[in-house]
């Protein structure tokens, strides 16, 4: 069974920097695109950025200059390097990405989710 279980977060005062990591398992055929979203309380979940096989990425208005997303295909992981941070990014992240396990159609999964905290 496929899974991806985010690591990184945490409490950072702001203007801090922060690594998150996703790291995806199981009997995995392929990983087509990856992408980290978050969501604040009270606030509905929104995409952070999306990086494709090829490495090419895409990131939201509120990030750029400041985030950057990467992956190590051979690791099966995607990474969000996190600069700069303001109080107004505090959230639980969530990694997601479409899977293909074995032989299967490709899926969407997503993980636990990892809490940031930014303090001002």
């Known amino acids: 069974q496929v899974q991806l279980v985010e690591s990184g977060g945490g409490l950072v005062q702001s203007g801090g920097s922060l690594r998150l990591s996703c790291a995806a398992s199981?009997?995995?055929?392929?990983?087509?695109?990856m992408a980290w979203y978050r969501q604040a309380p009270g606030k509905q979940r929104g995409l952070v950025a999306r990086i494709m096989h090829d490495g090419s990425s895409t990131l939201a208005d509120s990030v750029k200059g400041r985030f950057t997303i990467s992956r190590d295909n051979s690791e099966n992981t995607a990474y969000l390097q996190m600069n700069s941070l303001k109080p107004e990014d505090t959230a639980v992240y969530y990694c997601?990405?479409?899977?293909?396990?074995?032989?299967?159609?490709?899926?969407?999964?997503w993980g636990q989710g990892t809490q940031v905290t930014v303090s001002s």
């Open positions: 199981g009997r995995i055929t392929a990983i087509n695109d």
């Open positions: 997601n990405a479409n899977i293909r396990e074995g032989l299967s159609a490709w899926e969407n999964h």
